[in-house]
């Protein structure tokens, strides 16, 4: 269920207030992608109203063929 814009601004400004937090604390620093979805990128995909756990909307471990990497990405078709 999509949040209503001001929920969804407040959402985001916790993250980002908790963003600062582990940035401060030096934890950004050591995450590697798995956490940086985890933590960062999905809660922000929420925030703006997309169901992570839905993979026609989002699909976050897609390889892309010429890079080879995990990546998440947006799917627009909904």
Do not use: C
Not at 27 to 43: A, D, F, G, H, S
Not at 44 to 53: C, N, Q, R, S, T
Not at 57 to 75: G, T
Request: zero cysteines; charged letters at 35%; glycine letters at 2%.
């Amino acid at each position: 269920m999509a949040l209503s814009k001001t929920a969804a601004k407040e959402e985001i400004s916790k993250l980002v207030e908790k963003f600062q937090k582990w940035k401060n604390e030096g934890k950004v620093q050591k995450w590697k992608e798995e956490e940086t979805i985890q933590y960062l990128i999905l809660p922000l995909f929420e925030a703006l109203g997309w169901d992570v756990k839905d993979p026609d909307e989002v699909d976050y471990q897609s390889h892309i063929q010429a890079k080879n990497f995990p990546n998440a990405r947006i799917l627009f078709s909904r």
